[in-house]
């Protein structure tokens, strides 16, 4: 059973530097064809995609958000790691963690979520 | 970047009625479109793959057609379960991209 879990602050001050982990069961990020990756969802508004990092570490950014994002694998303890420098009010969102299947290549696993709030 | 519009916003229907919702894409995707369900505070599921392919558990009453820059997710016969925000999403480029989202509520 394929599970992702978000973890990080709740709350950033502008300008600060956003750090989430991703925490994952139930495959292998070292399994040829997978990948994970990063969508976030202002309220009421919708999704965006981030990032991606495939089993090979091959990185996709989204073009408008590249110079601020870092995504980051570390297969061996099952975790994916976004940071996201400068953050602004605009990044006020829930943030989600998604699996990349490899046969389906689309996002067949998402976690929970987690509302990130940037306020002063 | 290829842009996704999703129509109608907003469909209001009543269980039993069949929903069409439509995706253009501002250029070609071929068939590498996914449409998903999103609820209220849960987040999306993966519904259709590839355009036409029900992802695993996904009833028969959700189908998608279409190809290219036109597409289509059909729901046979509301469910009281389906009024929700559905999506869709292509891969053909990088970056990947969604539509802005079609709710369909209760009438």
């Given at each position: 059973q394929i599970t992702l879990k978000e973890s990080g602050p709740t709350l950033v001050k502008p300008t600060q530097t956003l750090t989430l982990t991703c925490t994952f069961s139930g495959f292998s990020l070292s399994t040829?064809?997978?990948?994970?990756?990063?969508?976030?969802?202002?309220?009421?508004?919708?999704?965006?995609?981030?990032?991606?990092?495939?089993?090979?570490?091959?990185?996709?950014?989204?073009?408008?958000?590249?110079?601020?994002?870092?995504?980051?694998?570390?297969?061996?303890?099952?975790?994916?790691?976004?940071?996201?420098?400068?953050?602004?009010?605009?990044?006020?969102?829930?943030?989600?963690?998604?699996?990349?299947?490899?046969?389906?290549?689309?996002?067949?696993?998402?976690g929970q979520g987690t509302l990130v709030t940037v306020s002063s | 970047e290829i842009v996704l519009t999703q129509s109608p916003a907003t469909l209001s229907l009543s269980p039993g009625e069949r929903a069409t919702l439509s995706c253009r894409a501002s250029q070609s995707v071929s068939s590498f479109l996914a449409w998903y369900q999103q609820k209220p505070g849960q987040a999306p599921r993966l519904l259709i793959y590839d355009a036409s392919n029900r992802a695993t558990g996904i009833p028969a009453r959700f189908s998608g057609s279409g190809s290219g820059t036109d597409f289509t997710l059909t729901i046979s016969s509301l469910e009281p379960d389906d009024f929700a925000v559905y999506y869709c999403q292509q891969r053909s480029n990088w970056p990947w991209t969604f539509g802005q989202g079609t709710k369909v509520d209760i009438k």
């Open positions: 040829s064809g997978v990948g994970v990756g990063w969508i976030r969802q202002p309220p009421g508004k919708a999704l965006e995609w981030l990032a991606l990092v495939y089993w090979n570490d091959d990185k996709r950014y989204s073009p408008s958000l590249k110079s601020r994002l870092t995504i980051t694998k570390h297969a061996s303890i099952h975790q994916v790691v976004l940071t996201m420098t400068t953050m602004d009010p605009v990044d006020t969102a829930t943030y989600y963690c998604v699996h990349r299947d490899q046969w389906l290549a689309y996002f067949d696993y998402w | -």
